[in-house]
T-cell receptor
Framework: DVKVTQSSRYLVKRTGEKVFLECVQD?????MFWYRQDPGLGLRLIYF???????EKGDIPEGYSVSREKKERFSLILESASTNQTSMYLC????????????????FGPGTRLTVL | EDKVVQSPLSLVVHEGDTVTLNCSYE??????LLWYKQEKKAPTFLFML????IEKKSGRLSSILDKKELSSILNITATQTGDSAIYLC???????????FGQGTTLQVKP
């Protein structure tokens, strides 16, 4: 059973603070993703990673960075949080095509609702 | 540019009704389309569709893909209050390796 966990369910930070959101998956998935979800805008991809130490920009990377030092862990970093980064953040993981099984299905963590004051 | 449109954006029905949710897409190098259900927290996987015309079924839920029309539908029969959720459609782009999410359809089922 795939399990994706995120470090916090709810987080409140102040403008200008550095914020770390952690995501861990226990299924040895190569691919990991960070999304934000806002009403009326759906899920938007921030960054993704196909392998350790590898990262790719998604559709809205501005104001964010990521770190993938270990296969199971993918961190999202807000260098200087701003009020427009108040959102629900969702992490997901999936298998790599090289593993020989369908890779398109992404499994999601429970989400972190971040409020920036 | 990749695009996904879901309709309706929201829907209110009564228990026992049947609903049809629509998803239209324009995606480069389309490979598959996924449906997710999202209640209070994380989206949970429902279906992955890769071939046109083949219905996938799970209990009261079913879905079908039409590659010619670049669309998919999700049907829910005999709806229950537990079906209340946001339903997300996400085609997968083979070019970018990304799921492209629609805005979602918010379904509310009243007792």
């Amino acid at each position: 059973d795939v399990k994706v966990t995120q470090s916090s369910r709810y987080l409140v930070k102040r403008t200008g603070e550095k914020v770390f959101l952690e995501c861990v998956q226990d299924m040895d998935h190569e691919n990991m993703f960070w999304y934000r979800q806002d009403p009326g805008l759906g899920l938007r991809l921030i960054y993704f990673s196909y392998d350790v130490k590898m990262k790719e920009k998604g559709d809205i990377p501005e104001g964010y960075s990521v770190s993938r030092e270990k296969k199971e862990r993918f961190s999202l970093i807000l260098e200087s949080a701003s009020t427009n980064q108040t959102s629900m953040y969702l992490c997901a993981s999936s298998l790599n095509v090289a593993s020989g099984t369908p890779t398109d299905t992404q499994y999601f963590g429970p989400g972190t609702r971040l409020t920036v004051l | 540019e990749d695009k996904v449109v879901q309709s309706p954006l929201s829907l209110v029905v009564h228990e026992g009704d049947t609903v049809t949710l629509n998803c239209s897409y324009e995606v480069t190098n389309f490979r598959s389309l996924l449906w997710y259900k999202q209640e209070k927290k994380a989206p949970t996987f429902l279906f992955m569709l890769t071939s046109s015309g083949i219905e996938k079924k799970s209990g009261r839920l079913s879905s079908i893909l039409d590659k010619k029309e670049l669309s998919s539908i999700l049907n829910i029969t005999a709806t229950q209050t537990g079906d209340s959720a946001i339903y997300l459609c996400a085609p997968y782009s083979g070019n970018t390796g990304k799921l492209i999410f629609g805005q979602g359809t918010t379904l509310q089922v009243k007792p």
